[in-house]
């Protein structure tokens, strides 16, 4: 029976394929893809309709599946675009078959609906099971360039680098940036870490007390920890909170820690003469004055 | 804004869901960039305690908007172990964790009002309130 069915659907796939196409299109509106062209949905849906039938025909091979569900993840639709679109393929197709039988008893219906479930089924678990592994794999990079960015160590001069953070500091983060800092402390050889915390939404005693950690750890090693970019508002909460930064030097803005970190690193910043001067002390030479 | 709103504090990020919500209704009472960071700390410090001591719990929000005051009530619900000595745990630089210990001290100095309530393997309340000045 099942051969029947398939040879059915087959035949008839541009039929099927303009009819399931009409009901995904109205999905379109009401769901989430209403802001997606026209044209693109269209195309997309020709497509998907496509890997269903090649996969029925049993030439499925994986590659268009995968393909396809990559294809989806890129677009940035929905996982519910795939299982709505098998969804209403199934319902379609159930119709339509049953539509050219004669006569329609209760066991004709469920073979006809055993046949379809059969061949949506394996296309549903495919497909899901690859963007989601996609999904999966996406997120996973994410993390992985989020970490890179959470503690960034920056060498801006010989003796001094500095650790801007930006962002909420949990206790995964609170661990990089004591790794980062001590690591980086050894690998440029740095005399003052500057830690600018201007980012940092909130400073709680968890934050001050990985930061003062931190500071200590990188004391032990032999450099020395300014925190700047204290913004007025956190100092605030900081002096109420009741924690103690009389060993941690802090500095209000990175400008003025950087002006402490050269003077530790025994420099400091001159002005080179102005060019006009210069223009105007040579023309005043030329004229011999 | 919504007069009421709650946050379950279950993960650690949830920490940061609690104090967003904080900021955002500091921000639309009117309470000044200093008070707001205070809010936003204090619930912080409130909503880290349930996250490691208590493993479950909730914060509160409740804009208080009455004729001659404006305020934000905050507070703090869990199941979890209570509080042996409330008195100890209230002295700065007292921890069970190897943290500062500033916590619910300074959570007291941040805001304006502050309350305790707690019964031993029932759960802990605080309840904490900052006036718009
Ligand atoms: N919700 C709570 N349930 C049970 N114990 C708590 C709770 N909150 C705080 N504590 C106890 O009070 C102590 C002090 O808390 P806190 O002042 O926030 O400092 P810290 O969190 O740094 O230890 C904690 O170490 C803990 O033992
Ligand atoms: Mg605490």
């Given at each position: 029976m099942d051969s029947s069915f398939k040879k059915i659907a087959i035949e008839n796939s541009d039929t099927i394929v303009q009819m399931w196409l009409k009901e995904i299109s109205s999905l379109k509106d009401v769901n989430y893809?209403?802001?997606?062209?026209n044209d693109l949905y269209q195309n997309a849906s020709r497509e998907f309709a496509d890997v269903i039938f090649t996969s029925i025909r049993g030439q499925g091979s994986t590659d268009a599946l995968e393909a396809f569900s990559e294809k989806i993840i890129n677009l940035g639709w929905p996982l519910s675009y795939i299982t709505d679109g098998l969804q209403v393929f199934r319902r379609v197709t159930t119709k339509f078959i049953l539509s050219k039988h004669d006569q329609l008893d209760t066991e004709a219906f469920s073979e006809v609906l055993e046949s379809v479930d059969h061949w949506v089924e394996p296309i549903i678990r495919q497909l899901v099971n690859d963007y989601t592994g996609n999904w999966e794999n996406i997120v996973s990079l994410q993390r992985v360039a989020l970490q890179e960015l959470s503690a960034p160590l920056i060498p801006?001069?010989?003796?001094i680098t500095i650790m801007p953070l930006i962002g909420t500091i949990d206790t995964e983060r609170a661990k990089l940036i004591m790794e980062n800092l001590l690591q980086g402390v050894i690998r440029y050889n740095s005399e003052v870490v500057l830690i600018d915390i201007?980012?940092?939404p909130v400073v709680d005693t968890m934050v001050a007390h990985h930061l003062i950690q931190a500071a200590e750890a990188v004391r032990l090693i032999g450099a020395k920890c300014i925190l700047v970019g204290i913004r007025p508002e956190i100092a605030q909460t900081i002096v109420n909170l009741g924690?103690?930064?009389?060993?941690f030097p802090t500095k209000s803005s990175l400008k003025k820690g950087f002006t402490a970190a050269l003077e530790i690193t025994n420099r400091e910043i001159i002005d080179r003469e102005p060019k006009e001067e210069n223009i105007e002390s040579l023309i005043k030479s030329i004229r011999g004055e | 804004m919504k007069p009421q709103s709650g946050v379950i504090i279950r993960k650690e990020w949830d920490i940061v869901g609690a104090r967003q919500v904080a900021r955002e209704m500091a921000r639309e009472l009117k309470f000044g960039v200093v008070d707001q960071a205070r809010i936003a700390t204090a619930v912080s410090e409130l909503a880290r305690n349930i996250y490691l001591y208590a493993n479950e719990g909730q914060i509160l929000f409740n804009a208080i908007q009455s004729v001659n005051k404006t305020g934000l009530c905050v507070k703090a619900v869990d199941t979890g172990p209570g509080i042996n000595d409330i008195s100890e745990v209230m002295?700065?630089?007292?921890?069970t964790s190897g943290g500062l210990g500033a916590g619910l001290p300074g959570v007291k100095r941040l805001m304006d009002e502050f309350d305790i309530k707690t019964e031993i393997g029932i759960g802990t309340t605080i309840t904490a309130t900052k006036w718009v000045r």
């Open positions: 893809t209403s802001t997606i062209s801006v001069m010989e003796g201007t980012g940092v924690i103690d930064l009389s060993n | 002295q700065d630089g007292y921890s």
